[in-house]
């Protein structure tokens, strides 16, 4: 593999990466079951949730908002390794969000991925998430409101 195919890939890889939390924090999941393969498996051992297949993934999404108020998430660049047509990495993840019932929290997590290229390029195969720190204090702010001057 030439570097200028390594570079790309790692470039597309983390672009994934990011295109993921975007439809999470814009609750877009049918783009998030698109950033999956297919037989793409989404494992989140901590909440629990599991989903195997984009169709699981995109209705595990169209639930969310029936349990969670707000989440913002962020990801940090972590680990990337290339192995020809597949990858594996660590994103790195900061959150702070509360559930309809008044559960809130922030957390610190890693997403352990296994990544494929596809013929529309580097997809989801698994990815797992691992909370190494969670705070479940009662968050103290709020959602501002949004009026008419909001953007």
Do not use: C
Request: aromatic residues 12%.
């Amino acid at each position: 593999m030439s570097d200028f195919q390594a570079i790309a890939d790692r470039v597309e890889i983390e672009a994934l990466r990011g295109e993921f939390t975007d439809a999470v924090m814009m609750r877009d999941y049918d783009r998030v079951a698109s950033l999956f393969t297919p037989d793409g498996v989404w494992r989140m051992p901590d909440i629990p949730a599991e989903m195997s297949g984009q169709e699981q993934i995109r209705a595990w999404g169209w639930k969310v908002p029936d349990f969670v108020d707000f989440l913002v998430q962020n990801t940090h660049p972590g680990l990337i390794l290339l192995d020809g047509d597949t990858a594996s990495g660590r994103a790195y993840m900061s959150e702070v969000g509360r559930g309809r019932d008044g559960r809130s929290g922030v957390n610190y997590a890693i997403y352990h991925d296994r990544y494929r290229r596809t013929p529309d390029g580097w997809r989801f195969a698994e990815r797992v998430y691992e909370i190494r720190y969670l705070d479940e204090s009662p968050l103290t702010g709020s959602v501002p409101a949004r009026g008419a001057d909001a953007r």
